[in-house]
């Protein structure tokens, strides 16, 4: 059974960070797309960042520069390093592998974790 689980979450004035980490289990994907995806209060699940099996990156528009994804494949884990946070950045962050691409359309996950809480105060 393929179990994502993410941790690092929590409370944080504007303009702090953050390190989001997800800890795969049940199979690894060391040769899969793994990324991140938030769900703001009232809004639908929104894509933020995803990583390819061979390292290239892509996010979305209103995290980058600030925000980094990133992979250990020897330990079946991915984290999000999120740095300048705005209140806008408050949502539950879901951890998602498998599935794809990464690039040439939407990130489609296979797998989704149970979802982690950020909150930015102002």
């Known amino acids: 059974q393929v179990q994502l689980v993410e941790s690092g979450g929590g409370l944080v004035q504007t303009g702090g960070s953050l390190r989001l980490s997800c800890a795969a289990s049940g199979r690894t994907f060391s040769r899969s797309a793994m990324g991140w995806f938030r769900q703001a209060p009232g809004k639908e699940r929104a894509f933020v960042a995803a990583?390819?099996?061979?390292?290239?990156?892509k996010y979305a528009d209103s995290v980058k520069g600030r925000f980094t994804i990133s992979r250990d494949s020897n330990k079946n884990t991915q984290y999000l390093q999120m740095n300048s946070l705005k209140p806008e950045d408050t949502a539950v962050y879901y951890c998602?592998?498998?599935?794809?691409?990464?690039?040439?359309?939407?990130?489609?996950?296979?797998?989704w974790g149970q979802g982690t809480q950020v909150a930015v105060s102002s």
């Open positions: 990583i390819n099996w061979f390292g290239s990156t």
């Open positions: 998602a592998a498998g599935g794809g691409p990464v690039y040439g359309g939407a990130y489609s996950p296979e797998y």
